[in-house]
């Protein structure tokens, strides 16, 4: 909504071109492909499919893990999003992370970093990230409430970041970092669920 009014008609056929795919916020967004009748110019677009619609693989798009050095604090949502909106190089988006809340401070920031991804599943992720240095680890995954993040096996806080992602902060070394999808309704739910069948078996054996 932020790019503009979208294309969309009645059939999805009918998106000849979207005209906002060289925005960076489409690679913020993580979007690996771009669908398009009309063909699309750019250096980082690679077309790997062309039959009754184009199908372009975006080169630029944002890492789905990356380790922020610098950050600033934008409490409000609305004023990180006009900021974001204001970048013209996927590049600067990679400078500084916005972050709602302040973090305790880094110290002596990393120059170097690798991550290596153990395992990603729907409500389940986790990588092995290792640096020279602190650091913000960005995720290019929402922050739905209900999710939850263990660092060597802690429970730690995530950081919003830019607008509506997931962000940690590291320390030097080598970390397990996992996230796991464990919202409150759905411990109650087990809660509620054990209850009624242990009541259930009970009153099997008392009949």
């Known amino acids: 909504e932020k790019l503009g009014p979208l294309p969309f008609s009645h059939s999805f056929f009918q998106l000849h ?3 906002y795919y060289n925005s960076p916020l489409i690679d913020l967004l993580n979007v690996k492909y771009i669908l398009s009748n009309d063909p699309l110019p ?3 677009l690679r077309l790997v499919y062309d039959g009754e619609i184009k199908i372009y693989q975006n080169l630029r798009l944002f890492p789905r893990a990356y ?3 610098d950050y600033q604090v934008i409490p409000d949502a609305g004023q990180q999003l006009n900021q974001l909106a204001q970048v013209k ?3 600067d988006l990679k400078r500084t992370a916005l972050l709602q809340k302040s973090p305790p401070p ?3 920031v990393a120059k170097t970093w690798k991550t290596q991804w153990l395992s990603y599943e729907p409500n389940r992720l986790s990588l092995e990230v290792t640096l020279d240095g602190s650091g913000i680890l960005f995720l290019s995954e929402v ?3 209900g999710w939850k993040a263990y660092l060597d096996g802690k429970r730690i806080k ?4 830019n607008t509506l992602f997931r962000s940690i902060v590291l320390s030097q070394g080598t970390h397990r ?3 796991r999808y464990e919202p409150g309704s759905f411990k109650w739910g087990l809660l509620v669920s054990g209850g009624a069948l242990l009541i259930s078996f009970l009153l099997i054996l008392l009949m």
């Open 17 to 19: 071109r979207f005209p």
């Open 42 to 44: 750019g250096d980082f």
């Open 67 to 69: 380790l922020f050095t």
């Open 89 to 91: 190089e996927v590049n």
């Open 106 to 108: 880094l110290g002596e």
């Open 143 to 145: 922050d739905y409430p």
């Open 158 to 161: 995530i950081y919003r970041a």
């Open 177 to 179: 970092l996992e996230m």
